[in-house]
């Protein structure tokens, strides 16, 4: 923690080749934090410099002016994904990424991370909830796995993920608005999140997108 009365430096995070409605789902998981701030990832390689951490999938490729052989003032480079398999691990390394970094962390631990990416502290180079010892570790409290949604409640999700409002979903289902809202706070307890982009980000990495995709 930095002494009393005094605020940590900003640092400045960047989403590599996200759709928007994950780039808000990470953003409402940093949003209590006062010392993290999600810019838009730069065009040109020179608009780097205005960026701190540079967060990617290491499934794809490698940002631009990011890796091993960018320069020392590059961003540093942060893999962020759903899969922590060895070979994906591998990848980052060879990616030169500083850390891999679960997408199930929540949004004390995602922040605690990437501090400590920041400042060099960070001891393990894959962080999972697990890996905190907390009370996810050896669960798949997150994935299919481990939720248990009603069919309404399933329903109720992937409209959510799709871009419906309460009320849309209200009038495709024919249900009243507090039956919506009800099914919602169920299911938002179910999967272990608290905000509506916390429950899209959920929702399209667990296949709740539908064939259409989601609504922009």
Not at 32 to 44: G, Y
Not at 103 to 117: P, Q, T, W
Not at 153 to 170: H, K, P, R
């Amino acid at each position: 923690m930095p002494p009393e009365g005094q605020r940590r430096p900003y640092l400045r995070l960047a989403l590599a080749t996200e759709p928007p409605i994950v780039v808000e789902g990470f953003r409402a998981l940093i949003g209590l934090e006062d010392d993290l701030v999600l810019v838009d990832l730069p065009d040109s390689e020179e608009g780097l410099a205005a960026v701190d951490v540079v967060l990617y999938d290491p499934t794809g490729s490698v940002p631009a002016g990011c890796g091993p052989a960018a320069p020392p003032s590059a961003p540093q480079l942060v893999a962020f994904s759903w899969t922590t398999h060895e070979e994906v691990v591998s990848r980052a390394r060879t990616h030169g990424a500083r850390a891999l970094l679960s997408k199930e962390l929540d949004g004390a631990r995602l922040a605690a991370s990437l501090r400590s990416v920041s400042a060099g502290r960070l001891s393990d180079f894959v962080v999972t909830p697990a890996s905190d010892g907390g009370p996810d570790a050896g669960s798949a409290t997150r994935s299919e796995r481990g939720v248990r949604l009603t069919p309404r409640e399933a329903e109720i999700l992937q409209l959510i993920t799709e871009g419906f409002s309460n009320e849309e979903i209200a009038a495709r289902l024919y249900l009243s608005i507090n039956s919506i809202k009800t099914y919602i706070r169920t299911a938002y307890r179910k999967i272990g999140v608290t905000r509506r982009p916390q429950a899209v980000l959920w929702g399209v990495h667990h296949g709740f997108a539908g064939q259409d995709g989601v609504r922009h």
